[in-house]
Each structure stands twice: as structure tokens, then as C-alpha cells.
């Protein structure tokens, strides 16, 4: 039963909140450059996102975010790293507090303490040094933390043509899977509406 409607904060006012840090924002740039290089083949190192599917324990992905960037010396002249920070799809639960959206009954800050979460999660990474990946899997959510992010990838979010354009309208490099089933066309049509004007 509907009971209660919660507004979200802004984005502008949850970024003025939480500033990206000129730390995480050299992260973010230089992660995005290693990648768009490595796109283009200007940059012959493999790219590595590793990281957890989903995201519901902060300290847990700084956890892994922190040795998996003590490794990055060791590798980086073959190889560049990014944390996948997967925050907003199931069984994650970050952007609700515990983690995703959706709100949990009577716990109605949750809609303003999800986005901050991960806004913080993510600077913590990215200030560390570790230049950061995700899904978007809404409209929504970019809007608080497509700042502190080196690339996207995509999955669920694929295949339908609204969304598949949303490449088009990001500062940072996407990647597009291939469907369920094996097939390489999805991941070519996304390439496609990527490429065309947002």
C-alpha cells in the first residue's frame, strides 16, 4: 500500500555535498584515458575491470579496491586496472542505503542515504588511486556519480535502443556485452546507437 511519497535530493546538491577531491578527480581522468587508448588501440596493455557482480558492503569493496590497488604497480606496464563497482543491480542494495533505489519500509532516508553511499564509496576509491567502473542500469543514478567513473559496461542495459544510446550522452568510455545466448549482434547494435548524436 502506498503511503508516503519521499523526494530525492538533487544531484547538483548531493555533488556540492561531496566534491569530487582533485585526487579522485586525476583518477578519473587518467582512468578514462588509459581506456579510450587502449579502445583505440593507441595503448597495447590489456584492460582489466575486475571487481564484484554487485555491490552491498562498503567496506568490503574498499576492501578489495584497496589490494587490488596495491597490485597495479606490478602490472601496469602490461596491463591497466579499474574496480568494478556495481552498486545499483540485484543483489546489491548500495543506492537504498543498504545499497539500490529502492526504498526499504519505514526507512525513508534511505532514498537520500543510496546515491550518497555510493558517492562516497566512490570517492573513497577513486582518491585512493583506483580508477572505478559500474553499470548504469537507470537514468537516474548517473546523475550523482558518472563524475568519479573511468568506464561503463553494459549488460542488462544492452540491448534496449533508449538506453543503448546513452554511450552518446557520457564523458567515459562504454563497453557493450554480448547477449545471454552468445550472440555477438546486441553488443554490435549498441556499438551502433552509441555512435550515433545523443
Known sequence: MFKEMVRLLPPRALKAELP????????????????????????????????????????????????????????SARASRSSCVSISKSPARLLDGKVDQRPAPRQHLRHRRGPEKARRLLLEITGMGMPAATEFLDPIIPQYIADLVAGRGRARTTSPKPIAKWPAAFRCPSVSKNGTDGSLQIAIDAMGAADAPA
Do not use: F, M, W
Request: net charge positive; aromatic share 2%.
Open 20 to 75: 569530487v577531491s582533485e585526487a579522485a578527480n586525476a583518477t578519473v581522468v587518467r582512468g578514462r584515458q588509459a581506456v579510450n587508448n587502449i579502445l583505440a588501440q593507441k595503448d597495447e596493455r590489456l584492460l582489466i575491470v575486475a571487481g564484484p557482480c554487485s555491490i552491498h558492503d562498503t567496506a568490503g569493496a574498499l576492501e578489495y579496491a584497496s589490494k587490488l590497488n596495491a597490485l597495479r604497480p606490478g602490472v
